[in-house]
């Protein structure tokens, strides 16, 4: 007898009742409710809690460095960015070259910081966990940060098997963050094409690299402790701004 042909399933996607067991039934079903391909995280600010406490390693290093400069202001000048694309400012406020032993200084006492203080951001770790199942395993970190780092972080905060392999830092691409090339190079190992990939972040260098990659991005400014504001991500192009991560898995699907 000829085998039974397809049928619509209750989700819009496409029920096939010989030889596909029910997970796979199942998981064609969420597939075609998904508004994204892919997931693509930002990691510092967005997964872990972390910028506060590597910008505190950094305005000491350069305060002992001779450059007399706030927090706050060194938070505002470094969000989003590599230390090394600011070289020729922190060269000419400190008066010194930016040599690879200051570089080694600055890393360890970052990473001392980290290891003591670090933790999640509230929600991340349950929504990463939701979004790993809603879309099979296609979601990706996209850093700007150093690979080690990135590592390290999303190993202390239980993160690392839900996204290796799929982990990727600008220092490793020819351009970082603002320039998209992080977020390809994401997209790429997923095998996805990046206009069907979300993009999330909470600074702006990294919102204009998602953009650029032709991603949708949503931005991430928590209620309190954020560094810039809603209205300042939306206007940079983010289609929408989370104020909790718990909130990204329930706004993925049509």
């Avoid at 619509?8 to 796979?24: F, I, T």
């Avoid at 910028?51 to 950094?58: P, Q, V, Y």
């Avoid at 220092?171 to 603002?178: E, S, V």
């Avoid at 949503?218 to 983010?238: I, K, N, V």
Wanted: net charge negative; aromatic share 6%.
């Amino acid at each position: 007898a000829p085998s039974p042909g397809p049928c619509a399933s209750p989700g819009g996607g496409v029920w096939r009742l010989n030889g596909m067991d029910k997970a796979h039934q199942i998981k064609q079903i969420g597939y075609s409710n998904m508004l994204f391909e892919a997931i693509l995280f930002d990691c510092d600010g967005v997964l872990v809690d972390s910028e506060h406490i590597t910008n505190r390693a950094l305005h000491t290093m350069l305060n002992a460095s001779g450059w007399a400069i706030s927090e706050a202001e060194c938070l505002q000048i470094f969000i989003g960015k590599t230390v090394r694309s600011e070289t020729a400012r922190i060269e000419r406020e400190t008066g010194q070259p930016l040599t690879d032993a200051w570089m080694a200084a600055f890393y360890a006492l970052r990473d001392q910081g980290l290891h003591a203080h670090l933790q999640a951001i509230p929600g991340a770790v349950a929504a990463v966990q939701q979004c790993h199942a809603l879309l099979g395993g296609k979601i990706a970190v996209a850093s700007g940060a150093d690979k080690a780092k990135v590592l390290m972080q999303l190993d202390k905060v239980g993160l690392l098997p839900l996204f290796d392999p799929h982990i990727f830092s600008g220092h490793d691409l020819p351009r970082t963050k603002p320039f998209p090339d992080v977020y390809l190079a994401a997209a790429a190992s997923l095998q996805r094409d990046p206009r069907r990939c979300l993009v999330i972040e909470d600074a702006l260098p990294g919102l204009q690299a998602g953009l650029a990659a032709g991603a949708t991005v949503w931005g991430y400014c928590p209620w309190e402790g954020g560094h810039t504001t809603p209205e300042a991500l939306l206007a940079a192009g983010a289609q929408r701004v989370l104020r909790d991560m718990a909130e990204l898995p329930g706004l993925l699907r049509h």
